[in-house]
């Protein structure tokens, strides 16, 4: 059984994998070629791109709800029931957009001007930000439609249409960053307009695809504005807690942009530069993750327990595979890496330095990030959110903050506590899956 469910697991995962890989891809292309048009443009996005990922994932993750919902309702056969999941989904996303405008609109005088940036630096993030909470208004229809059809029809439709959606968006850049075709020069601005574009792009094509293949019941799900109550609950009681559980994980890469600014415009884009190839290699271990909340939200939801174990033994030990391959990687061609980003040599050498960090924790995320994906499978939310709070801020923020102003570690201490915080929210998360197995396999849920 442990390899039938590798080789089902590992064709769920592949294409949720190149979709993935296809949407980092967006965000790698904005961060290197806006690297290319200078490197006031470079921090101005890694500032933009590290206080606006927080919310997004956050976003995503209250979405992903939809997932394990659409999944376990598969495995009970009650497939009508799908289109009120689909449509509250939607409403949701709606609903988180709009707090995203407000919050955008409050607060981003007051945390930029905090910062104490450069005023260049601060006019390309101010902007760039702009651009992205346009942006959020296309993407979250997007996250929810991908839910229903990677869950009924197959990875491999967001799988083609997210292929689709890079070349646009390099494309895109290409106009809009360096003013070509009578386009005007935006630099680190226009990476956010093509993010914005792309994004209207793929959320015709998705709605496309709903709308004309009957297994998606796209009349149903928009043939009705209604929504019901107990759909709603239990969307948001899943929701919630996995945003914000995910949100307090990435929220911290974030925050912790504010203390490395103070080190100076070279290592803030050295440091940016290693969290977005970092996000690059967490594509695997987070595909695994969005492959096992599906594979196992069926087996859950027909009752079949056993298969749900093989399918968490079967990633657990393709993730760890794929970690130690990439982190061996990451520090063998960590100088070559950098330069994919940079021309500056100083940039370079500092996200070479940053890089061996960013391998530690590739082995740690391989435990976590799985775990997270079979636990959502179970609707599981409540307790992960709890664990990783106390993994990200009870222990990765405060060591950094020691290692920083203690230890004198400088801008590494914050690498180096985010090792930790990582490695303690994949012990916390795998304590919580042996309680949850042990809990079915007693017969209670």
Not at 69 to 94: D, F, H, N, S, T
Not at 170 to 190: C, D, E, S, T, Y
Not at 396 to 425: E, K, M, N, R
Request: proline share 3%; with cysteine.
């Amino acid at each position: 059984m442990h390899f039938a469910a590798l080789r089902k697991l590992i064709a769920v995962m592949l294409p949720i994998l190149v979709a993935q890989l296809s949407t980092v891809g967006m965000n790698f292309l904005d961060t290197a070629m806006s690297g290319h048009a200078g490197k006031a443009d470079l921090a101005g996005v890694s500032v933009g791109a590290s206080l606006f990922m927080p919310i997004l994932v956050a976003t995503t993750g209250v979405l992903a709800a939809a997932t394990p919902m659409i999944a376990q309702l598969l495995g009970q056969k009650a497939q009508e029931e799908i289109p009120g999941v689909v449509r509250v989904g939607l409403y949701v996303g709606l609903g988180l957009s709009l707090l995203f405008a407000a919050a955008y609109a409050l607060a981003v005088d007051g945390v930029l001007a905090g910062m104490r940036l450069e005023p260049e630096v601060e006019r390309i993030a101010r902007y760039y930000l702009l651009a992205m909470a346009a942006a959020v208004f296309f993407e979250t229809p997007v996250m929810v439609l991908r839910s229903l059809t990677d869950t009924v029809g197959g990875t491999a439709i967001s799988m083609r249409l997210f292929l689709l959606g890079l070349p646009i968006d390099a494309f895109l850049n290409w106009l809009f960053i360096f003013g070509h075709w009578g386009a005007p020069r935006m630099g680190g601005i226009g990476a956010g307009i093509a993010t914005l574009l792309t994004y209207m792009i793929l959320l015709l094509l998705f709605l496309l695809v709903v709308l004309r293949e009957r297994q998606f019941q796209g009349r149903a799900v928009f043939g009705s504005w209604r929504i019901r109550r107990p759909v709603l609950r239990e969307f948001l009681g899943i929701g919630v807690p996995n945003g914000l559980g995910m949100f307090m994980e990435s929220s911290l890469f974030g925050f912790i942009v504010i203390f490395i600014a103070r080190f100076g415009t070279e290592v803030l884009a050295a440091h940016q530069a290693a969290i977005n190839f970092s996000g690059v290699i967490y594509m695997l271990p987070l595909s695994c993750s969005m492959a096992l909340t599906i594979v196992t939200g069926v087996e859950v939801g027909a009752g079949r327990w056993e298969a749900a174990r093989a399918f968490r033994r079967a990633g657990l030990g393709w993730a760890l595979f794929c970690a130690s391959l990439t982190a061996a990687a990451t520090v063998g061609l960590r100088g070559a890496i950098a330069g994919l980003y940079t021309e500056d040599v100083g940039v370079a050498a500092a996200a070479g330095v940053f890089l061996i960090y960013c391998a530690g924790w590739q082995c740690f995320d391989a435990v976590a990030a799985p775990i997270q994906g079979i636990l959502r499978g179970y609707k599981d939310a409540k307790t992960p959110f709890m664990l990783m709070m106390a993994a990200y801020w009870g222990v990765c923020f405060p060591t950094g903050l020691a290692l920083d102003h203690i230890a004198g570690h400088g801008a590494l201490s914050y690498w180096q506590g985010l090792d930790i915080g990582v490695g303690c929210s994949a012990l916390f998360l795998a304590a919580r899956l042996f309680v949850i197995e042990r809990r079915h396999r007693r017969g209670r849920t």
